[in-house]
C-alpha cells in the first residue's frame, strides 16, 4: 500500500487561508468516506483535528475543514495563525481493512 | 481523559526482538479496537497494525506481517507489540492509538526504538 500524496509544504500569512491535498486511488481515498487529518507538532504526538472526512471532534476549532472529491482529500484552514505551524497528515481506511497515512505536509506561517 | 502509555523502546542490534507495551486508561478499553502505529525520524507515519476488541481480527502492514506480532490483554488494560528479526528501516517512535472504527481518535506520547549494531 503506497503513502497517500501530500505536499511537502505549504505555507502562508497570518489570516489567510490554506489548502492541503492528499492523493490516493480507488481502493482507500476513493473508496469510503473514512479520511481523516492529524496536526503534530515538533516533538509531539499526533492530534485528531478531522474524522469521516469532514468531522470535527470536540474542541478542535471550526477553522479547520475537511472535504473529499473522488480520490482526492482536503484540509483547509481558514484565518491561519502561528499555533497552526505545524506537521500535517492525512490517513484512509482502505479496501483490504488497513489504514494508510499520507506523506506528511509541513504549514509555515509567515 | 484517555490516556496511553507506552513502554518497552530502546536500543536493539539488528536480527533482535522486543516487546512494546502500552498501558491504557480513561475509557472501556475491552470495547475498542486498538492499533500501533510508527514514525522514523524525519518521516510521515506509518500504520503498523489493529487488533479487534476481542482479539479475533488482526490485521497487519505488509512492511511488518510475519515479523511483527500485536495482542492485548483486556484484563491488564494493556496492548502489546512483539517485534522480531528488527532491522535498521524499523528504527522509529512506535504510536499506541485507539481506533475508533474509521479513524486513529487517541494517541500515547510514543516511545523510540532504535536498531543499530
Known amino acids: 500500500q503506497s503513502a497517500l500524496t501530500q505536499p511537502a509544504s505549504v505555507s502562508g500569512s497570518p489570516g489567510q487561508s490554506i489548502t492541503i491535498s492528499c492523493t490516493g486511488t480507488?481502493?482507500?481515498?476513493?473508496?469510503?468516506?473514512?479520511v481523516s487529518w492529524y496536526q503534530q507538532h515538533p516533538g509531539k504526538a499526533p492530534k485528531l483535528l478531522i474524522y469521516?472526512?469532514?468531522n470535527r471532534p470536540s474542541g478542535v476549532s471550526d477553522r479547520f475543514s475537511g472535504s473529499k472529491s473522488g480520490n482526492t482529500a482536503s484540509l483547509s484552514i481558514s484565518g491561519l495563525q502561528a499555533e497552526d505551524e505545524a506537521h500535517y497528515h492525512c490517513?484512509?481506511?482502505?479496501?483490504?481493512?488497513?489504514?494508510?497515512f499520507g506523506t506528511g505536509t509541513e504549514v509555515t506561517v509567515l | 481523559q484517555v490516556q496511553l502509555m507506552e513502554s518497552g523502546g530502546g536500543l536493539v542490534k539488528p536480527g533482535g526482538s522486543l516487546r512494546l507495551s502500552c498501558a491504557a486508561s480513561?475509557?472501556?478499553?475491552?470495547?475498542?479496537?486498538m492499533t500501533w502505529i510508527r514514525q522514523a525520524p524525519g518521516k510521515g507515519l506509518e500504520w503498523l497494525s489493529y487488533?479487534?476488541?476481542?482479539?479475533?481480527?488482526?490485521y497487519y502492514a505488509e512492511s511488518v506481517k510475519g515479523r511483527f506480532t500485536i495482542s492485548r490483554d483486556n484484563a491488564k488494560n494493556s496492548l502489546y507489540l512483539q517485534m522480531n528479526s528488527l532491522r535498521a528501516e524499523d528504527t522509529a517512535v512506535y504510536y499506541c492509538?485507539?481506533?475508533?472504527?474509521?479513524?486513529?481518535?487517541?494517541w500515547g506520547q510514543g516511545i523510540l526504538v532504535t536498531v543499530s549494531s
Open positions: 469521516d472526512v469532514k
Open positions: 492509538a485507539r481506533d475508533d472504527a474509521t479513524y486513529v481518535a487517541h
Open positions: 487488533i479487534s476488541p476481542d482479539s479475533s481480527t488482526i
Open positions: 490517513c484512509a481506511y482502505t479496501t483490504t481493512s488497513t489504514y494508510v
Open positions: 480507488n481502493n482507500d481515498v476513493g473508496a469510503f468516506r473514512y
Open positions: 480513561g475509557f472501556t478499553f475491552r470495547d475498542y479496537l
